[in-house]
């Protein structure tokens, strides 16, 4: 039936996205120790270290939250979207007619070097720029229009505020209690960053890494 389908798609569609995305964002930090320390230090200056991080400590997690948008920026979930033009236009010189299917290269566009100083390295400290400089210059609006993970507009992904929360407790509460070795026997030195083809910019070779307890939040 069709609201099964439609709730199967939603499900499958919310989870293995954001799963994804949370993997990169840990090998990326990972593979950038220093921006690791960073949110780990956030973290316990905001918890005192006494607990566990709760998702409404987020909002004032400002470097967990730009390192989420830069993993999103470089990896979206879904590097391609499609729309249909409602009127003519002209796109580099081809003439689109309207209720013409266009597939838009997310990807593309958020590694734009245009837009983005440095586009394909991992800098989450961009996205701190922009928010001290917020609606104050053409950098910081045309950033905002050119970070487009989950799309954009009223046929933007509905999950995108839960990909967020989803995404930034995940990663904060595996930096706060774990140190990660890469690897099988933990002794790699670099995460594989290479990206795989598909409908989701999942990773050619996934994560693997054994974590070691840094800290417990609960009674033993």
Request: aromatic share 10%; hydrophobic share 35%.
């Amino acid at each position: 039936n069709e609201s099964y389908s439609f709730g199967k798609d939603l499900f499958i569609a919310g989870t293995h996205t954001s799963a994804e995305a949370t993997q990169w964002a840990m090998a990326e930090l990972l593979n950038h120790p220093e921006a690791f320390q960073k949110v780990r230090k956030e973290i316990e200056l905001v918890t005192g270290n006494v607990r566990l991080v709760d998702e409404s400590d987020i909002t004032n997690l400002p470097y967990l939250q730009a390192v989420v948008k830069e993993t999103l920026r470089l990896y979206p979930p879904a590097p391609i979207t499609t729309r249909e033009c409602r009127q003519h236009c002209k796109i580099n010189s081809f003439d689109v007619p309207p209720k013409t299917a266009v597939a838009i290269n997310l990807y593309a566009i958020m590694r734009d070097p245009d837009s983005w100083d440095n586009p394909n390295e991992f800098c989450p400290e961009r996205f701190l720029q922009e928010q001290d400089h917020e609606d104050l210059s053409d950098d910081g609006k045309r950033m905002k229009f050119n970070f487009v993970p989950f799309g954009g507009g009223r046929r933007g992904c509905p999950g995108t505020a839960l990909a967020f929360s989803l995404m930034n407790t995940a990663v904060a509460a595996m930096v706060q209690c774990f140190d990660w070795k890469i690897g099988k026997d933990g002794k790699g030195e670099k995460v594989d960053m290479e990206s795989g083809s598909g409908m989701s910019l999942s990773m050619v070779h996934p994560l693997i890494c054994v974590p070691v307890v840094h800290f417990i939040p609960y009674d033993i």
